[in-house]
T-cell receptor, first 112, second 113 residues
Framework: DTGVSQNPRHKITKRGQNVTFRCDPI?????LYWYRQTLGQGPEFLTY????????KSRLLSDRFSAERPKGSFSTLEIQRTEQGDSAMYLC??????????FGSGTRLTVV | DQQVKQNSPSLSVQEGRISILNCDYTNSMFDYFLWYKKYPAEGPTFLISISSIKDKNEDGRFTVFLNKSAKHLSLHIVPSQPGDSAVYFC????????????FGTGTRLTIIP
């Protein structure tokens, strides 16, 4: 197992387009998290899943953002009608029952 | 509202000396604290943690100290090595196993050979 995998590593999109990111967690981990990091800031919590259930969402996650984790395995984060303020690093992490996050390398989104 | 604060954006330390990274928090509900290390182009990596029932936790060269009354924690690295050069994030949660971590803004540590 090579850890948490995120694809793509980089994404450049035009304002108003939709984008989707994928996260493949460590296989035995039942919990999956999405965070967002902007320049000069620490990661900010967006949402988390236990198996396939989305258990908490941050106020940061506007209606344009949606996350899914079908069958409790990989997860996708979709941003609709992207805005320049969405430009950030999107980090995924997984854990086993909340103990010890393992982060992926992130997807860097640039909205032009 | 920055609930976890790392007031030093950067720190330079001579190799072999002690590195001390500081973190302050404002939320009295925080009960569990963690330090993460981040290299460029990689995700943060868990380093060490401490529960509020302790005031010190040690793991090899890394020691975390918690002063709950002052709402302050620090990470000591001794001796510092060139591979320790990275950005260090302090994070907190309201209890062990809580799913949401609140991170500070990070301190860039540079170890000078």
């Amino acid at each position: 197992d090579t850890g948490v995998s995120q694809n793509p590593r980089h994404k450049i999109t035009k304002r108003g387009q939709n984008v989707t990111f994928r996260c493949d967690p460590i296989s035995e981990h039942n919990r999956l998290y999405w965070y967002r990091q902007t320049l000069g800031q620490g990661p900010e919590f967006l949402t988390y899943f236990q198996n396939e259930a989305q258990l908490e969402k941050s106020r940061l996650l506007s209606d344009r953002f949606s996350a899914e984790r079908p069958k409790g395995s990989f997860s996708t984060l979709e941003i609709q009608r992207t805005e320049q303020g969405d430009s950030a690093m999107y980090l995924c992490a997984s854990s086993l029952s909340g103990y010890g996050y393992t982060f992926g390398s992130g997807t860097r989104l640039t909205v032009v | 509202d920055q609930q976890v604060k790392q007031n030093s954006p950067s720190l330079s330390v001579q190799e072999g000396r002690i590195s001390i990274l500081n973190c302050d928090y404002t939320n009295s509900m925080f009960d569990y604290f963690l330090w993460y290390k981040k290299y460029p182009a990689e995700g943060p990596t868990f380093l060490i943690s401490i529960s509020s029932i302790k005031d010190k936790n040690e793991d090899g060269r890394f020691t975390v100290f918690l002063n709950k009354s002052a709402k302050h924690l620090s990470l000591h690295i001794v001796p510092s090595q060139p591979g320790d050069s990275a950005v260090y994030f302090c994070a907190a949660s309201e209890d062990f196993g809580n799913e949401k971590l609140t991170f500070g803004t990070g301190t860039r540590l540079t170890i000078i050979p």
